[in-house]
């Protein structure tokens, strides 16, 4: 009667205290170079050292520009935190990807594509969107910086378990619609509440549709609707995803995780604390008019009547009105990038929709590759070709204008649909207004420079992008 997240949770529990506090086994921490200084500063004052740092990982990637990557950090507080980091990983025997390596990228990018996260993993990160992991059949869940400290220091952390809900995606998707799509209409349905308290499990005949980067994309905003965490059973997609991959099991070892991994699956009879179905006809293509990423509506759609004070304050804020339609909207930015959409299908995406186009001119379009891995990919496969023939530019890893906390920032009162997981007030920049929406959306907006349906694009023979 076990459940997917029971079967990992239960596995990795070390003890289980009075009061139900749960000391949670970690199989691989992530850090980066925002919330790691004050952990690594905790345990100087207390004397003591990392306990694993084998099965500790790290890659700047918040603070760094997206631009002249050789060139030192111009930024003081960026420069002073990145270095700290690599110092920190190096009185400490941490291997870090360093800013320009060849594994360098967003964190949650870098560990799926070289093979550090694998089924069946305990995995925690000082960052809210190390849910994106769950994509690869993990417990994956961000920590707060005391806990980062904990977790260098013992490789367990003290823990709650959380309730388990399953949402179920299922059907074909339409044409024009891709993962981005699906997250955002679960979360304007069930709103940024609805998995409170829960870990969820997707499922269903659309979601084992998609490719690997389409689940890290659901996933990755699964705590977008308030869950602790997102996961998605691994299948024969994970497993081909993972084969071959620098630090996936190789040979016998590959066999015997497999045949460990397929095991890694929910039970026919289990039972979750919350279930929910949704049709994947009834998905469009999204995007959100408000200022959390709840507020979402079709891309064709208009802005629904006011619930509250809280939704008027928010369209204050874009500048919009109930019962607008959002389509031909403008748009002065389109941000394309960040660990929920910037990965290489996410680029290819964009790019075979701008092709034979031009960037609309009064839009300024960020196009940020999530690592170096898929910076050498877009330039391999042409699509860095592609891009600047429609007057594009990539850029260089990093999570960019997803947060603002390196040069990439929209500036105040302007429009950018962004590709990222977050459109609260002020998060891409003082006063800036954020659209969320997929690579096809952000795509079609660069081109024609206002809010437009990607479908109207597309030529007769493209169908979607998984």
């Known amino acids: 009667m076990n459940t997917l997240f029971d079967k990992i949770w239960d596995a990795h529990t070390?003890?289980?205290?009075?009061?139900?506090?749960?000391?949670?086994?970690?199989?691989?921490?992530?850090?980066?170079?925002?919330?790691?200084?004050?952990?690594?500063?905790?345990?100087?004052?207390?004397?003591?050292?990392?306990?694993?740092?084998?099965?500790?990982?790290?890659?700047?990637?918040?603070?760094?520009?997206?631009?002249?990557?050789?060139?030192?950090?111009?930024?003081?507080?960026?420069?002073?935190?990145?270095?700290?980091?690599?110092?920190?990983?190096?009185?400490?025997?941490?291997?870090?990807?360093?800013?320009?390596?060849?594994?360098?990228?967003?964190?949650?990018?870098?560990?799926?594509?070289?093979?550090?996260?694998?089924?069946?993993?305990?995995?925690?990160?000082?960052?809210?969107?190390?849910?994106?992991?769950?994509?690869?059949?993990?417990?994956?869940?961000?920590?707060?910086?005391?806990?980062?400290?904990?977790?260098?220091?013992?490789?367990?952390?003290?823990?709650?378990?959380?309730?388990?809900?399953r949402i179920n995606v299922e059907g074909e998707l339409r044409r024009g619609v891709c993962s981005k799509d699906i997250i955002l209409y679960i979360i304007s349905k069930l709103g940024t509440g609805g998995g409170t308290g829960h870990f969820v499990e997707f499922a269903g005949s659309a979601i084992r549709s998609l490719s690997m980067e389409a689940r890290m994309t659901i996933c990755n905003m699964s705590i977008e609707m308030g869950a602790r965490g997102g996961m998605i059973a691994p299948d024969e997609t994970t497993f081909e995803y993972l084969r071959g991959r620098e630090f996936a099991p190789q040979g016998a070892e590959w066999n015997a995780a497999v045949e460990r991994w397929s095991a890694l699956k929910s039970e026919p009879d289990a039972v979750f604390d919350k279930e929910v179905t949704f049709n994947a006809a009834d998905i469009e293509p999204m995007i959100t008019y408000g200022t959390n990423p709840g507020m979402g509506v079709a891309v064709n759609g208009a802005i629904p009547a006011s619930d509250g004070v809280s939704f008027d304050k928010a369209l204050d804020y874009m500048g919009f009105r109930e019962g607008e339609k959002m389509a031909g909207k403008r748009v002065d930015y389109v941000f394309v990038g960040s660990c929920t959409n910037g990965r290489?299908?996410?680029?290819?995406?964009?790019?075979?929709?701008?092709?034979?186009?031009?960037?609309?001119?009064?839009?300024?379009?960020?196009?940020?590759?999530?690592?170096?891995?898929?910076?050498?990919?877009?330039?391999?496969?042409?699509?860095?070709d592609k891009l600047e023939a429609a007057g594009f530019t990539l850029r260089q890893p990093g999570c960019s204008a997803c947060l603002a906390m390196n040069e990439d920032k929209i500036p105040a009162g302007k429009y950018c649909v962004a590709t990222s997981n977050r459109n609260f007030e002020g998060r891409q920049g003082p006063e800036a207004r954020t659209m969320l929406a997929g690579p096809l959306v952000a795509a079609a907006a660069a081109v024609t420079g206002v809010v437009t349906d990607p479908r109207d694009l597309m030529k007769p023979d493209e169908t979607r992008q998984k």
């Open 344 to 384: 290489i299908e996410d680029l290819r995406a964009f790019a075979t929709l701008v092709e034979g186009r031009r960037k609309a001119p009064n839009v300024t379009a960020w196009i940020v590759p999530g690592s170096k891995q898929v910076e050498r990919q877009a330039i391999e496969e042409g699509l860095r």
């Open 14 to 165: 070390v003890k289980v205290l009075d009061g139900g506090s749960c000391v949670l086994y970690i199989d691989r921490q992530y850090i980066h170079e925002v919330t790691s200084p004050q952990a690594f500063a905790g345990l100087r004052e207390r004397g003591i050292g990392v306990f694993r740092p084998s099965q500790v990982t790290a890659s700047p990637d918040h603070n760094i520009p997206t631009v002249d990557q050789h060139l030192p950090i111009a930024e003081p507080q960026s420069a002073a935190q990145v270095a700290a980091l690599c110092r920190n990983c190096d009185e400490n025997g941490i291997t870090i990807f360093p800013i320009g390596s060849q594994r360098n990228g967003i964190i949650h990018v870098m560990g799926p594509e070289t093979g550090l996260t694998r089924p069946g993993m305990t995995i925690v990160c000082g960052d809210s969107h190390t849910s994106t992991h769950g994509a690869l059949g993990c417990v994956a869940f961000g920590i707060g910086t005391s806990e980062v400290e904990m977790a260098l220091a013992s490789q367990c952390i003290l823990q709650s378990k959380p309730k388990s809900m």
